[in-house]
């Protein structure tokens, strides 16, 4: 019984923010893992590394030993734990720990704990949850019925951009930096993106014209994801339609200014002030 | 009667996807065009061509043959070969065959074949099609709403761009790098597409300053396009509606399934019955 | 009276397209037009300029020429010719044919001739006219009603870029090469606006930091023009009112789906069908 | 008796400009910051600091002289003077004294004299105030509309950038000038803000891909904030409407000077006459 009801109290904090307890123990959890992730960065500046080495392995470890322990918690306390382990958060957890292992057979292999940073979107547990998961939402909604324009648009702007990086690259040649199809596709997306890193750039003037038409192209159609993106946007946020039932023939959904019924011509609001303005004129 | 319906069926696989079979030679067909992308690509790196530089050109003519015979096979068994070769398709699959041959003369023209990408607009057809292409549809309609706007719009940054490039001309000259107004008028399209490639760059600090315009100018005018289309797709995407003129107070859109006005109450349609409109002029 | 009738009948061809002379005359134009700016390009060009400099002198003097006598005409047959002349298109004229004459004394002067360019916004009249005319005006109309918003928003971002390019000039400095504060606002503008020529980039960690910032902030900010004017557009582009005279009040506007005054409560339409059902009831 | 008249009068000519002395005054106090604005700037040119060193160092002292005389006026003249200190003004016109005394220690902190750009947003309090303000009061209430949606945004960008500039400098490593995890996700956000300086460029294929991924996603996700912002405000300056509930059907948004609802046609709001409602009651 204890042992069952200090289970239960553990998962309330681990995996809930309403508790005093809980949002101390996502707060800490949150300076843990920025903590990590600078501990991360400063061991990749060389300078750093050769002063402090011994240092910074220390904590890397000391953070995966503590992001470990939570991961093996977490799946004790969970009333169903492989629930918990092929979630979203779940698979992100142990993400969040074997990188740390592997390093030992792949040095660089360390340097992916900064996946950890995903970890942080718990923040809007910590933060007030409700009015941000919501505004959340109303993008994600936006997104979900953009998506076949979106797919649409990216399937055309990689047809764009290997006929104008195959183009460049006949017309450029390698003596221009050119070198080969997927450089100059490279090159492509570079530009229309509005990029222009400029390692890459076109020397011959037939190369600068096709140059320029890349440019005016994606600068122009910049304006496309952003008015699908947008139109649907505004679409989620505006309230689509008069929720109210129909006294004739019961319908519920109408246009948003609706003063009858478009199913059966009933007037769907009763004037208010008719029967006063009857008895008005009756006292005059 | 045999070869007559065996060609009839032949059509039905390659011109349609709603039958298995017909589904099948479209994916195929994809893959077959994915592939022979590829083989141009690595043929264009240098270090590829010397190793395999047989294997390549020997792949390249196999993918030529396999589209040459999928042309022919489409013009026998249309109905109206003339009708399919004079469509927008016909000619895209021409020109998917042609380099190869052109290659034969001008070593280069084979890189033409990224054309090719083209052909993988088909990919429309093998996903499920009417929620695409219904999608395209809507981005479609935007942009032929937008269309004069537009053209407004790229006469007057033609107009910008060729006296900023001439001022910056005058103003740095050729030992700064703008060697002529075509060479500042290119210049002046890199910066007013934000896209700053950084190979010429103004030095004095004239140039500067009307550099910073040029920049400016960009940075905001881009408004214009998005602000353009995305009113062309809000509105494109609003008009999914019922449009006819109300008799009583002329609305003219309406819900999809409206019988009576929301505005007014007015029926919308008259009701065709015969045998009604028989009783009410009896009555008349 | 013959003089009277030929200087009549010049002004409608110079003046306006509507007759087939007059759009004869106007095409022949925008083509020379086109021409002199193509040679004033050339002229520019080092290699063209040695080689056929007496031709290109030549061409631009005879075009000079030419545009000399055009201006002489308008001024000539126009009924009040100081209105022409202090015209929007009047003084672009005359912009058009000065340089050439600047030039005898500053010799780069002659490239201000790219001025010219202006005048082809004379395309809009060979074009058909109206439907360009009035989508260039729903353009105006919203930047006309996004103007002070417009300002509101130029002068918050002249403020920024003074304060993030006196920030790094004094965190870079001039070993850098942010050698003034100047220059650190030149490259504030070109990080902000996203153009990133690349020619002066920060060195230090803490300049780093702030061009991060400095980026972010341009990259979020460039919604505010965009949004400002998608929004203007969207509203002069919407109908925004119901121009119906209510039956009670007389009040011409409304909202766009009023069924009753919101002044004085009047019905604004009435029923069309309540007569009709009224007979169909009785003829029951 | 005097003296106070006196304070009154300079109170009203310093902190308003609806008196001709008051708008004066605002006009002046403006120009005096430009110059002191240009002095600085001027003063971190070499050449002219070496030149007219002195010169420049005297005006500078002047300024910050007239200002310091500014700021002790504005608190003698204040009738409350501690909150005028504490206001945004009031902190704004110290930060711009202090510097000048600041730099007798660091001779860099001079430069911050420009937080004087600050004060120019007085210019708004010169110019027409009421409409220019109501504009920037849209703009806020759209800002201020979409700031969980942004915070959201930037979130997620930011964990973005964690995770595109680790894997660069996994990929790429210090060879490449990807020399630590800062240094990368510098260039990350160089790269997905499409400013592109190309200080730093990919050099491996694999590189050039994931380069490739982070530009076409920040080219895309623009439309992100774009979205957000403009969706807002189009909301805000749709908000121009009567806010009450009809009593009818409830309706909330009206006619700004509705009496009756457009929708069911009942009167919104109640007469409050007493002689009517006294007839009213008294007929009951």
Same mark, same amino acid.
Not at 29 to 49: P, Q
Not at 173 to 179: K, R
């Given at each position: 019984?204890?042992?069952?009801?200090?289970?239960?109290?553990?998962?309330? #904090?681990?995996?809930?923010?309403?508790?005093?307890?809980?949002?101390?123990?996502?707060?800490?959890?949150?300076?843990?893992?920025?903590?990590?992730?600078?501990?991360?960065?400063?061991?990749?500046?060389?300078?750093?590394?050769?002063?402090?080495?011994?240092?910074?392995?220390?904590?890397?470890?000391?953070?995966?030993?503590?992001?470990?322990?939570?991961?093996?918690?977490?799946?004790?306390?969970?009333?169903?734990?492989?629930?918990?382990?092929?979630?979203?958060?779940?698979? #992100?957890?142990?993400?969040?720990?074997?990188?740390?292992?592997?390093?030992?057979?792949?040095?660089?292999?360390?340097?992916?704990?900064?996946?950890?940073?995903?970890?942080?979107?718990? #923040?809007?547990?910590?933060?007030?949850?409700?009015?941000?998961?919501?505004?959340?939402?109303?993008?994600?909604?936006?997104?979900?019925?953009?998506?076949?324009?979106?797919?649409?648009?990216?399937?055309?702007?990689?047809?764009?951009?290997? #006929?104008?990086?195959?183009?460049?690259?006949?017309?450029?040649?390698?003596?221009?930096?050119?070198?080969?199809?997927?450089?100059?596709i490279y090159w492509a997306v570079v530009t229309l993106t509005t990029v222009g890193f400029g390692d890459i750039?076109?020397?011959?003037?037939?190369?600068?014209?096709?140059?320029?038409?890349v440019?005016?192209?994606?600068?122009?159609?910049?304006?496309?994801?952003?008015?699908?993106?947008?139109?649907?946007?505004?679409?989620?946020?505006?309230?689509?339609?008069?929720?109210?039932?129909?006294?004739?023939?019961?319908?519920?959904?109408?246009?948003?200014?609706?003063?009858?019924?478009?199913?059966?011509?009933?007037?769907?609001?009763?004037?208010?002030?008719?029967?006063?303005?009857?008895?008005?004129?009756?006292?005059?």
């Amino acid at each position: 019984m204890q042992s069952q009801s200090w289970r239960e109290r553990l998962y309330t #904090i681990i995996f809930f923010t309403n508790t005093p307890a809980g949002k101390r123990f996502d707060t800490w959890l949150l300076i843990v893992i920025m903590a990590s992730l600078v501990v991360v960065m400063f061991d990749s500046i060389t300078g750093y590394r050769e002063r402090h080495g011994m240092l910074l392995t220390g904590l890397e470890w000391g953070f995966t030993a503590i992001f470990a322990i939570e991961y093996a918690l977490r799946i004790y306390c969970h009333p169903q734990p492989s629930r918990y382990i092929f979630s979203f958060y779940g698979l #992100i957890d142990l993400l969040s720990i074997l990188p740390a292992f592997l390093a030992l057979l792949l040095p660089d292999a360390q340097y992916l704990l900064v996946v950890r940073s995903i970890r942080m979107l718990r #923040i809007f547990r910590v933060l007030k949850l409700t009015p941000y998961l919501s505004q959340a939402n109303y993008l994600l909604v936006a997104l979900r019925g953009s998506k076949q324009k979106i797919i649409v648009f990216l399937l055309s702007l990689t047809t764009l951009v290997l #006929i104008y990086g195959t183009l460049m690259y006949v017309i450029e040649g390698p003596a221009n930096g050119f070198t080969s199809i997927p450089m100059s596709i490279y090159w492509a997306v570079v530009t229309l993106t509005t990029v222009g890193f400029g390692d890459i750039v076109p020397h011959t003037a037939l190369g600068k014209s096709v140059a320029t038409a890349v440019m005016i192209t994606g600068y122009s159609i910049i304006a496309v994801p952003t008015g699908i993106f947008t139109a649907e946007l505004a679409n989620a946020m505006r309230a689509d339609s008069l929720q109210h039932k129909c006294p004739g023939c019961a319908k519920l959904s109408h246009e948003p200014n609706a003063a009858f019924c478009s199913r059966c011509g009933s007037q769907l609001f009763e004037r208010r002030n008719e029967q006063e303005q009857a008895q008005r004129e009756a006292s005059d």
